[in-house]
T-cell receptor, first 115, second 113 residues
């Protein structure tokens, strides 16, 4: 079974702080993703990465950056946290296979509150 | 612009009956569709998928139907059980989405014992 582990289940930070959310997957997946989930808005993609040191902006990258120094680890960084970044953050990974589609596998999420 | 839409935010069904969750999409290039189930305080769990070469895929109590001409897919759960109570998300991807999946806003299913 694929295991995607997010470092914290709950996190409380203050406005203006730099916040790091960590995600590790154990299945050697090429693709990794960061989403946020808000009521009524579903899952919105912040950033994704298809290889080490590679990153692509998703639909809502403003105020965020990412780092992928190793294949198994994908970090989301809130450069200067603001209250509108209070949300549930979900990390996912997926395998790339040449001739077949593969689902994304999610971690349990980090509930982040910015005060 | 929402490329994948779930127009019903919630659905209640009696235990033992059929649950039907619906999803519409706008991008005709989507060729892979998935359903995820999410319990509170947990991440989404992959449930079932279908590729555009099929119109039906079945896994136990769960069946996904795809109507490409209508750009519509649905998830049928038969029989529904109280443990099925969760939020269900549909998602889609295609050759022009660059590894990206597009998610609907979710439907909260409540199965009443």
């Amino acid at each position: 079974d694929v295991k995607v582990t997010q470092s914290s289940r709950y996190l409380v930070k203050r406005t203006g702080e730099k916040v790091f959310l960590e995600c590790v997957q154990d299945m050697d997946h090429e693709n990794m993703f960061w989403y946020r989930q808000d009521p009524g808005l579903g899952l919105r993609l912040i950033y994704f990465s298809y290889d080490v040191k590679m990153k692509e902006k998703g639909d809502i990258p403003e105020g965020y950056s990412v780092s992928r120094e190793k294949k198994e680890r994908f970090s989301l960084i809130l450069e200067s946290a603001s209250t509108n970044q209070t949300s549930m953050y979900l990390c996912a990974s997926s395998l790339v296979e040449r001739n077949s589609n593969q689902p994304q596998h999610f971690g349990d999420g980090t509930r982040l509150s910015i005060l | 612009d929402q490329q994948v839409k779930q127009n019903s935010p919630s659905l209640s069904v009696q235990e033992g009956r059929i649950s039907i969750l619906n999803c519409d999409y706008t991008n005709s290039m989507f060729d892979y569709f998935l359903w995820y189930k999410k319990y509170p305080a947990e991440g989404p769990t992959f449930l079932i998928s279908i590729s555009s070469i099929k119109d039906k895929n079945e896994d136990g109590r769960f069946t996904v139907f795809l109507n490409k001409s209508a750009k519509h897919l649905s998830l049928h759960i038969v029989p529904s059980q109280p443990g099925d109570s969760a939020v269900y998300f549909c998602a889609a991807s295609g050759p022009n989405t660059g590894n990206q999946f597009y998610f609907g806003t979710g439907t909260s299913l409540t199965v009443i014992p």
